[in-house]
């Protein structure tokens, strides 16, 4: 894996310096999820640079639950958060939960407390937000904030007992209420909710907010290099000033990164659980999802997902990656991986007039394209096939090479075939053609004869398998769906998925699996689908299409 991790950055420069000077002997980072919902992509940038880093430098690497918000957290989304970690090709050092941390951070409140640098607030949410000033003003101090320390023991200590109800009070940072940084106007750092936690039950009616528990998490941990988005930038100077202020031993340093965000998507686990509780995608796992259990089902690789955030890089700028820039990565990958096979998506039957009736005969195609380590299987072919309608044409325009009355194509891996006339039914749609072929034309037999122009894949009518394949397009319709003030869910793509029934030659398929893939002659990339096949139906899902137009920029 270490080619991959190839790409010096300036989080990398940082690390050099603290093993250089001897700051640090060795690093430790961490992934910090919120168990809200489930990973996304943007994740597996954070993942690949948290894991990266610690296994470039010999260091450790946690994997932390971030609950310290009861409401939203649960179980369902601690357990896909491991599987997706351990899928992208992770192992943590350790695992942990922020709430395992919640007698620790008590105390460490009751610190600020004892010194003067917190107290217990009864203005509501609102008032607190309405006196916090703004850029330009300073805020109005809290009619609460001079307080004693021993008032405000007692009262934390009630808070902590149940005795208030929820949002009657707060527990504040007592900072700087004229600060220029605004997150320094006495921070809220503990609030009531009186709600059952999903590890610690009902021990606990106060909760610590984000940007006191983070680095109080990070450093209990004894997290050396703690990464997050550039959104956090401004929170830096109050993660300081927590661990600091309460005096904890372990000092981490909190560097910020641009997240990664991909065009036609949304990319937070907020607006994703939006598009499952809507409806519009059939739960958190869709293939049209950007969650890792999406990209996983619809059969993305990891390795295909590790490049992609290599090659990203780290950034100080937010910017937006062409996500068709994943999709290269993906062919690159499975282009090695997936054996070839050969699936008509939209069938037209073909009946090879002068091909003996009844019989059926093997033919040996390569299993790889450019791989001949790969070998070969056999495929049957017979007098009846199926061939893409697609690729008829009853009135062909310029330049099409295949199928037309009178024209000549190579079958691939079989023979050449004329076609000589078609059949329509009472609506006017053809639903068959003819056509002869010309036994020696053999592919492989070295027939140097004639040429023709066309090639098109097809599949034995009598040995094939009836299977789904299941398209998609992106799911949102916008480059950027949330500029401009829209709405990502006013932009939802009405024809994201396809759904078609067609066949599959039956050599390579008849032992699939869920997940394994395949790449079908010109049609693309594909993988058998885990919710919707079953032993008798199998359904694939398409990964990407062959082709792009798109190009690497730094190649
Ligand atoms: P979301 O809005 O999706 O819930 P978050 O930032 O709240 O995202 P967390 O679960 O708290 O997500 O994040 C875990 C880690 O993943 C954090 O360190 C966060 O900075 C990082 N992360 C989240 N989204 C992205 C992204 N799009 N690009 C890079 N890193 C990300
Ligand atoms: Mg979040």
Sequence with gaps: MSSENNRTNFIKNIIKDDLASGKHDSII?????????????????????????????????????????????????????????????????????????????????????????????????????ETRGTLTEPGKESPYRNRSV??????????????????????????????????????????????????????????????????????????????????????????????RECEMESVPRQIEFARLNLTNTVMSKRKLKLLVDEGVTDGWDDPRMPTISGVRRRGFTPEAIRAFCNEIGVAKADSTVDSRLLDHFLREDLQQKAPLAMAVLKPLKLVITNYPEGQTEMLEVENMAKNEEAGTRMVPFSRELYIERDDFMEEPVKKYRRFFVGNEVRLKGAYFVKCTDFVKDENGEIVEIHGTYDPETKSGSGFTGRKVKGTVHWVDANNCVPCEFRLFEPLILDNDPENEGKHFLDQINPNSLEVLQGYVEPTQIKDAKPLDKFQFVRNGFYSVDTKYTTDDKLVFNRIVPLKSSFKLESK
């Design 29 to 129: 980072t961490r992934f910090p999820p919120e168990p809200n919902g489930y990973l996304h992509i943007g994740h597996a940038k954070s993942i690949c640079l948290n894991f990266g880093l610690a296994n470039e430098f010999n260091g450790k690497v946690n994997m932390r639950f971030d609950d310290t918000n009861p409401l939203k957290e649960d179980e369902e989304y601690v357990n896909s958060i491991k599987e997706d970690v351990k899928w992208l090709g992770f192992n943590w050092d350790n695992l942990f939960f922020a709430s395992d941390y919640f007698d620790e951070m008590y105390k460490r409140a009751i610190v600020l407390i004892k010194k003067g640098k917190a107290y217990v607030c009864d203005l509501s949410q609102e008032e607190i937000r």
């Design 150 to 243: 021993e008032e405000n023991l007692d009262l934390f200590e009630r808070m902590k007992n149940g005795e208030f109800k929820d949002g009657e009070k707060v527990l504040r940072a007592k900072i700087d209420m004229s600060s220029p940084n605004l997150n320094f106007r006495d921070p809220v750092i503990y609030r009531i909710s009186h709600s059952t936690h999903h590890n610690t039950g009902d021990k606990w009616c106060i909760y610590p907010m984000y940007s006191f528990a983070h680095p109080l998490e990070d450093a209990i941990e004894g997290i050396t290099h703690s990464i997050c988005t550039l959104e956090f930038e401004d929170q830096r100077p109050l993660y300081d000033w927590v661990v």
